[in-house]
């Protein structure tokens, strides 16, 4: 037997004042900045002068993370910042060592103090929060 029903109206397009926007606001801001990171980080490895201006671009994006993670107490951006500013440059100055020795030793100094200094700043988002 049919339906004598009315057809049902289009449901109403959301637009960002739902409150439902703004609870996926934050994870929105996470996948734009992964998605910018990564593209920026992909072109450090180019030759001459095209790969160090993306390398400027990166260190740019994570000293504006960094800062902007510190100011809202989003440590997440900040981590962003430090991983992808470290791996950029890491990957740039690497490019130049030679020694398998020397390019070793960079990553276990190196990647040392920026776990302790990340340890460190963890420590202290939680006792300000």
């Known amino acids: ?11 109403p ?16 801001l996470h996948v734009a900045v992964n998605v910018l990171f990564l593209a920026l980080v ?3 490895g180019a030759p001459g002068r095209e790969g160090i201006l993306y390398l400027l671009a990166v260190l740019g994006l994570s000293a504006t993370a960094i800062v902007q993670g510190v100011r ?5 951006f900040v981590v962003y910042g430090v991983l992808y500013g470290y791996a950029a440059l890491s990957g740039r100055l690497l490019r ?3 020694s398998f020795n020397a390019g070793l030793a960079y990553f276990v100094v190196s ?7 990340l340890v460190a700043l963890a420590r202290r988002f939680g006792r300000d929060a």
């Not at 037997?1 to 449901?11: D, K, L, N, T």
């Not at 397009?13 to 929105?28: G, I, K, Y």
């Not at 990647?111 to 200094?117: H, I, L, M, N």
């Open 111 to 117: 990647g040392t103090v920026v776990v302790v200094a």
């Open 96 to 98: 130049e060592v030679r």
């Open 13 to 28: 397009a959301s637009d960002c004042t739902e409150p439902a926007s703004r609870h996926f606001l934050e994870t929105h």
């Open 1 to 11: 037997m049919p339906s004598r029903m009315a057809p049902s109206s289009p449901a």
């Open 42 to 44: 992909s072109g450090v």
């Open 72 to 76: 809202f107490t989003r440590f997440a």
